[in-house]
């Protein structure tokens, strides 16, 4: 036999241009780790390791001897091993460009287009967007579209990525309305002017200034690797690695000797399901097969019955075949095809497609496959071969189920997959329903084939397979037997849906859950697939069947367009205004250029110090327990740990001022799955990882088990102190009042997400106990304080470092201060270096979200709409640790009034104390679930009292002057302004009406809208905690350094910084030098978060700034035309020091909660938002169509930067109330650990309009230029989103015949939209009697 397996090979690619070689590759180093630790090659990301997210996005270049072609192609370097890499160039950011040489037009576009803040998942946009490029330079908005779908963004709100990325489109995306015979696209960089003072324009850049994109620029392929593949004799390659040999056929016949002789090894080509299964489900393989380049695996063959692809196809490459073969042969010929194409397009994100194979889907066999419901439908069949000959299957239900006779034998690989051509009379469907519409799992999907008689509508045969249901991809056999010889009509419809409803059988503690909603897709696609067999019956013969109902005509259509329009209208400086000055203007974030070349550095690209170790946690797995013992022996015989540090060795350790009775690692009992119980310290993050899966701890469960808010009720288990405010006499206005109605709503919680993971990296000096701290946080004085609390060293010895966070949004201030302690203690242990960066999984798991909160409210309103008593109780679930629960609880009291002065108000608030991971700051800090539940009953007042909800929130609206229900004044003329301007901008009565007329008109399909004001109250909750500091030094060379003590986590605080600066100095922006903070730097900073971090540092700057000018008075006013490195100069000679501190010390603020009032903010920022939606009755799916929104932002410091703000807090929000679902066990076991089940915004959630205006600029007291802060406020107003998917479902129950008030709790998911749609279909599924079963997943 040739296959040699002898000597290892050496791995031969290239990486950027240069020529990579490895003697002892292994196998289980993954492209991703070896670019950024060995290449150092740090521009690629770390997201989340499973190919969910798209920031570790690079290009991949294979030459191809048999066509003489180059294919290139995006791939996740997380799911490559090296290993596979031979012959293959590798091009990552770094290689496309970078500021010592040259930026790649795609870096420059991104950057100057706004499309970055954090920027850590730019370098992977980049990579999408160039792989596109190389192989279509000019592609079309679908394409665009299709190469990001597998790419997230957690801050910028995807809305200035895709206007960079429209800069490369085809002319023919143009709006196509050229009227007086220009394109809008032709006149979008012109900036309007309008006459209150505001510009508008489409887009923030100028589209002149871009550099073209210039193909010939690029990297040629490696001329040695086209040699290698054309001349090089074809020799199976090995390679060795310390746990696994891979095994490289490159013959058919090398190839099924391997698998003869490892036939439990697996073959891997694409590694998407062999990857994520070896390293999160822990399946491992000590011997991998992974053919390369074996012509039968990729053969293409056109016969006489059908198609027959090539198992190693990648679903990409399927895809283009397809195509190509739709337009080629006649339509009835390929149904199959055309189904199969329908879900090649949403399946997965592009890097998948690209690398994941046909055979590798069909043989997985997940129950979710996308593929194998079409491909058994279809009739295909399986080509086999091993090294006993060849052989055919069939691809059907007995395959699929794993039956024993109708699967490939150990030895045998599949070779091709026959897909047949679909016969006259025959028709195929593809559905398929998704928490998300792109680079998500179906939740359900289906392959449905009818065959009639000819000419006739009697069904001759038909075949239904299900995925999502079961284990595997199931088949409706015996309802489909029972069917043949049936008319295609109603009453098979319904025969049809109850034979499958009794035979897809699903239990009601399935896993997965949503079983209801399961069985309703199950009897809904079944229903649409009838209506499109109808509608094809009828184009071929029109006597068959009668036309379709009117109102059903929408059923049909395609919900999802890609298609995004934005309109941008910003405040216009003075025209007075020096032009050096930056103020007011839309500078890019001075980091946007680093963020897409990659060279941001971010707190893991650090360099790794000598002797530098690396922590990993063991966490609890039980949410309630007595730990009985520990034991860490099998860990400590590992090779490569050095240590396992459990509660023992910090028994006499805490942070007494911070953490509050709060072990920081288990010692006898544990309260929350997660909870940290063991830290284990070795000499590579790979061995620190595998030695925790080694640690065995014995537990005891415990009782009481609380995880959910009516678990803490009803144990009367919250945390103190519980909090009321009561305004007016509540229980005398509910006797005056018309009408009372009450009720409650559940707003789900949210995971931070931020794309870099909780990352630090401690280095101990052993000189006078100094350390350093490297540390991804917006706190480094809490992280500080309490690496010196555990150390029990003073601060003074403790520096804390921060460049910049790869995005943070609450979540990294008390947790990573936690981790950065227990690190330092690693290190003070061990005397080196230790880093500590989390997986996904971990810190979704460990570090807590948002707060879930359950809201009860009475209401009391006249028959107007005046609502003249409200009483409420906000019920938060705070974890099992105090953290910022009872803030989070003050902030929601504070602020659940949103924009309405209710007379009569009493609201109480509990934080709950569960056995769940501890919950913590999050963006908005208890508005956004407090603004939603009042809203939630004024939708309900509006309802009740037979009112448009617009009226309702208008008539109970703050106006002008007066005073909160905690006697706070406010002056709401511009809260009235944005609902007014966003009531005009968004033509909300002409479209409410024409929304009217589609839902008369569709009985299916339904759209909604509404509009929804917000008043967000900006403080920080004490003079202290609003206090900042600066630092400005000024060189002999005029240049300057400044530091304060706010964190760069995406916002662009840097930014407008060094527009302060340059403004009160009056130098321009390049001669400002701004490096990161740190404790060192600035000591005693605040966390930097609620939407205050520029003004008040910026009033720290201003006044460092106005000392120096002070001081240097004297010099400039005698050389008043001097330059900055004359008067430096000057002052040195005249020992005039040229460094000042600046301080502010915050603002005034107090909240008596005893008498429930005070004067706790300082100004507020409003706003208003109108959003459009479409749904699918059906499915509960839905389309964002439109959303406008108006904001008051005072003077903005920099538009763009205030812009994405207000945009990626919006879609944050639309995450919030529409997408983000946390799922728990009945035990406390977290199921949502990463972007596979947790899903966050993508491309596709994107309003398809979006436009964004500010007031006209107004004068606010007290702010850094008469700016407000506008980090947080706009998530609220994703609840438009909300309340428009509420007013399309009302459209479609009222049509159904239910009327009355209903609820909808947050998330509006597609199970829960749909579920609400009650119709027949809903009506026919059977319902477990709640009690009768353990659900998979319960309510927390
Ligand atoms: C983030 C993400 C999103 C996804 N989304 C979707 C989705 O929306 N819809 C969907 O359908 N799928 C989805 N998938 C699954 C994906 O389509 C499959 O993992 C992929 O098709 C498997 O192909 P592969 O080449 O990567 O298989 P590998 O991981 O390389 O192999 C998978 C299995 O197939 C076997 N195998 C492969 N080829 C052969 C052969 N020729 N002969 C015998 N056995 C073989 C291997 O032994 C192994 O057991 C997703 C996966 C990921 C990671
Ligand atoms: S890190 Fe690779 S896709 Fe997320
Ligand atoms: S800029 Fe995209 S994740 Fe922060």
Redesign the pocket.
Known sequence: MSLALNGPSELLFYVNGRKVTEKNADPETMLLSYLRKKLHLTGTKYGCG???CGACTVMISRYDPGTKKIRHYSANAC?LSICSLYGAAVTTVEGIGNTKTRIHPVQERIAKCHGTQCGYCSPGMVMSLYSLLRNIPKPSMDQLMEALG?NLCRCTGYRPIVDACKTFCKATDCCQSKENGICSLDQEGELLDSEEGNRTCKKLFQEEEFQPLDPTQEFIFPPELMMMAEKQPKRTRVFYGNRITWISPVTLRDLLEAKAKYPD?????????????MKFKGIFHSVII??DGIAE?NAINYTDNGLTIG??C??AQLKDILTDVVLEIPEQKTQTYRALLK?LR????SQ??N??????????R?S?????PLLAVGNSTLNLASKDGKRQIPLNDQFLMRARGSD?KPE????SVNIPYSRKWEFVSAFRQ?PRQE????IVNSGMRVLFEEDANIIRDICIFYGGIGSTTVCAKKSCQKLIGRVWNEEILGEACRLVLDEIFLPASAPGGMVEYKKSLIVSFLFKFYLEVLQNLKMMNPSLCPCLPAEYGSVLEDLHSKDYEAVLRYQKVDTKQFLQDPIGRPIMHLSGINHTTGEAVYCDDMPAHDQELFLAFVTSSRAHAKIVSIDASEALKLPGVINVLTGKDLQDVNFKDYLEKEEILATDEVFAVGQLVCVVIADSDDKAKRATRLVKIEYSDLEPLILTIEDAIQHNSFYEPERKIEYGDVDEAFKTVDQILEGEIHIGGQEHFYMETQSIRVVPYGEDKEMDVYVSTQDPRLAQDMVASILRVPSNKIMCHVKRVGGAFGGKATKTGILAAITAFAAKKTGCPVRCVLERREDILITGGRHPYLGKYKVGFMNDGRIMALDIVHYSNGGFTLDESVFVIELGILKMDNAYKIPNLRCRGLACKTNLPSNTAFRGFGYPQAGLITESCITKVAAQSGLPPEKVRMINMYKEIDETHYKQEIDATNLIKCWNECMEISSYYARKAMIEDFNKKNYWKKKGIAIIPMKFPLGVGSLAAGQAAALVHIYLDGSVLVTHCGIEMGQGVHTKMIQVVSRELGMPMSNIHLRGTSTEMIPNGNCSGGSVVADVNGMALQDACRILLKRLEPIISKNPYGTWKEWAQEAFNQSISLSATGHFRGYESDMDWEKGEGHPFVYFVFGTACSEVEIDCLTGDHKNIRTDIVMDVGRSINPALDIGQVEGAFIQGVGLYTLEELKYSPEGILYTWG??HYKIPSFCDVPAEFNISFLPPSEVARTLYSSKGLGESALFLGSSVFFALHDAILAARQERGFSGVFTLNSPLTPEKIRMACEDKFTKMVPKDKPGSYVPWDIRI
């Open positions: 499973g190919g969910g799911l597998g090894a697996p073959i891997v080509m694409g590694n998407t399901t062999v990857g994520p299964d992974s053919p695996l198992a190693g990648s679903l879900h949403t399946l997965a994100g998948i497609r690398v994941a194979s046909l055979g590798g889907n069909v043989i997985s997940h979710t496959s996308d593929l194998n490939l045998e690989i599949l070779v998704a680079n998500a799992l179906a972007p596979e």
